[in-house]
């Protein structure tokens, strides 16, 4: 089970005592196993699937995160999403898709999007729709696909007197019912399905509320550009591109008015999808270079970008958004030789019917260093004291680049590279499920062991 110089400790601690664990440890030098435990067994990886979605970005979306392709038909812009998640969201400040839009005065329609898929994965938990980390998959999502809001109190009134307004960030039109609340903090609840939003503000001015938004595949989010742009913007099927110098008209239930209101769009209007013949024309702008992208999405473990990378690899090689095609190409292909074959249902690891073992685990990581190397490979994952990892290996920093992983607080996973004291460079996986303690517990447990190794090995 072990070799001199890995410590045999970790599964003799209560933390995860009556918890079913798996671990492999593997010399990148020397190019062998060095430990196992359960490594061939599967385990619910949590959001260590998403370096198995690292990998199929670095592989396909190497040369930039495509942003929007655009077609210029007479007088008019036609627009194709691409599935780009970083569109309007606040911490990405250069937006050269916006910028593009904004500098037209040519009208804007777009296609409809090859969406092949649901605005929710396979096996999530539908009764988190509102939690911050569940933010629905789209074509084309805007903000976040949340709505940021805040509760401000308005002060310099008499001592007897208390205002309270809400604001939301990004301005919407969409209903909205105030009610007076009984909670400590602001609470903002909406159905499923619609953008009916009930708002209570809460006693004291807390933090802000961000609350994923109904997409309705696009719809919501061309809302919320013609408003932010303040133009109308159209929508039609692709086989109603016009012949250049030919009259074309919109249907007018597929317009939104900025601004003004917004008209409905057919219930069937997205049901299929009809590829048109002028692809040679189309045009991409890229939005960012992709490891601007794909480090946010491991260093904080971002679900949407998980989510909206997996996408962007299917629309680069099929034409459509549908992750589980994707998937199942990865794991024909790409992926073929991987020790036992996993099942792997989407981007984030947000599902529990994600299924993989520490080695195949172990077999990605060093397939991903070697064909990208390990200079840019180590940066994309968190470190000591940094991201997910910020309250663990504090003093490590620069010894371990791994991805964490946590589910439903019986799931705890952590899988990458250690750098030895020794100068020995290491690939683990440490997967944790049914364990039956606060995740802090278990999550020490393998912070111990590891730290051990670094320091004896």
């Known amino acids: 089970m072990g070799r001199t110089g890995i410590p045999d400790k970790l599964l003799e601690n209560p933390a995860l005592y009556d918890a079913h664990t798996g671990i492999a440890i593997y010399d990148a030098d020397n190019r062998e196993l060095i430990y196992s435990f359960n490594s061939d067994r599967f385990f619910i990886p949590a959001s260590n699937t998403k370096i198995a979605t690292l ?24 627009l194709r999403a691409t599935g780009d998640p970083t569109f309007l969201v606040h911490y990405f400040q250069d937006q050269p898709v916006f910028d593009f839009l904004r500098s037209t005065r040519k009208p804007l329609v777009f296609i409809k999007p090859g969406w092949q898929t649901s605005a929710l994965g396979y096996g999530w938990p539908w009764n988190f729709y509102l939690e911050h980390y ?3 998959r789209s074509p084309f999502p805007v903000y976040g696909n949340v709505v940021r809001w805040m509760q401000r109190d308005m002060t310099g009134l008499a001592d007897d007197v208390q205002i309270s307004y809400v604001l939301s960030n990004p301005g919407h039109r969409w209903p909205v019912e105030i009610i007076n609340g009984r909670e400590d903090k602001l609470l903002v609840t ?14 004291v001015e807390g933090p802000e509320l961000i609350v994923p938004f109904s ?15 303040r133009t109308e913007i159209g929508i039609v099927n692709g086989d109603h591109l016009p012949a250049p110098n030919n009259q074309h008209e919109l249907h007018p239930d597929g317009i939104f008015h900025g601004a003004d209101c917004c008209n409905p769009i057919r219930e069937d209007f997205f049901t299929g999808y009809i590829e048109d013949d002028q692809d040679n024309q189309w045009k991409t702008i890229y939005s960012r270079e992709a490891d601007s992208l794909f480090r946010p999405m491991m260093i904080y473990s971002h679900n949407l970008f998980a989510e909206q990378i997996l996408l962007m690899v299917s629309h680069r090689i099929f034409g459509v958004m549908d992750e589980t095609r994707a998937i199942e190409f990865l794991l024909e292909n790409d992926l073929g030789e991987m020790p036992q074959k996993a099942r792997w249902v989407d981007g984030s690891g947000l599902s529990r019917y994600n299924l993989f073992s520490p080695l195949s685990f172990v077999w990605l990581l060093e397939k991903m260093k070697d064909e990208h190397g390990w200079e840019r490979v180590s940066r994309l994952f968190p470190t000591g004291g940094e991201g997910t990892l910020g309250d663990y290996y504090l003093g490590n920093k620069g010894n371990i680049f791994a991805k964490t992983g946590t589910l439903g607080g019986n799931a705890i996973a952590l899988s990458g590279y250690l750098v030895t004291e020794g100068g020995r460079t290491l690939i683990f996986s440490i997967l944790v499920n049914n364990h039956n303690k606060e995740s802090r517990e278990p999550r020490k447990a393998v912070e111990e062991f590891l730290k051990e190794i670094i320091s004896r090995y």
Not at 62 to 72: F, H, S, T, V
Not at 215 to 225: F, R
């Open 215 to 229: 997409t309705d595949v696009m719809i919501a989010a061309l809302e919320l550009l013609s408003d932010t742009l």
């Open 190 to 203: 909406r159905p499923v399905s619609g953008n009916t939003y009930t708002v209570s503000p809460g006693i």
């Open 55 to 78: 990998y199929a970005g670095l592989r396909y979306l190497d040369d930039g995160i495509p942003g929007l392709q655009y077609l210029e038909i007479n007088d008019t812009i036609y």
């Open 134 to 136: 569940m933010a629905e």
